[in-house]
């Protein structure tokens, strides 16, 4: 099974940039859909974006459509969560996900999850 470590999370200031990585270890990384989803505190988990096997196909959250970009790199093992624009309402924990079909907007379709890692937004 895949074990997931995602790095790069930290403080920046409104309107600033920052970008996350989760890098896979333990299985065939291209063969897992990936996500990112994000919880603040007293909140839910809430789905932030997903990407397809090949890294061709994403989708994203209306709230971070335009701002927020996905990659993944199946040569490293690794997805990337670029953040632009960022607002208040964009501090949370960060979380990658992983499942062996095609990615879906619900966190509990995914079995395997990073540890995350925190982003926060300061006025």
């Known amino acids: 099974q895949v074990q997931l470590v995602e790095s790069g999370g930290g403080l920046v200031q409104a309107g600033g940039s920052l970008s996350v990585s989760c890098a896979a270890s333990?299985?065939?990384?291209?063969?897992?859909?990936m996500a990112w989803f994000r919880q603040a505190p007293g909140k839910e988990r809430e789905f932030v974006g997903g990407?397809?096997?090949?890294?061709?196909?994403?989708y994203y959250s209306d709230s971070v459509k335009g701002r927020f970009t996905i990659s993944r790199d199946n040569a490293k093992d690794t997805v990337y969560l670029q953040m632009n624009s960022l607002t208040l309402e964009d501090t949370a924990v960060y979380y990658c996900?992983?499942?062996?079909?095609?990615?879906?907007?619900?966190?509990?379709?995914?079995?395997?999850w990073g540890q995350g890692t925190q982003v926060t937004v300061s006025s």
């Open positions: 996900a992983a499942r062996l079909t095609t990615w879906s907007t619900n966190p509990s379709a995914y079995p395997y």
């Open positions: 333990g299985g065939t990384f291209s063969r897992y859909s």
């Open positions: 990407i397809s096997l090949s890294g061709t196909s994403t």
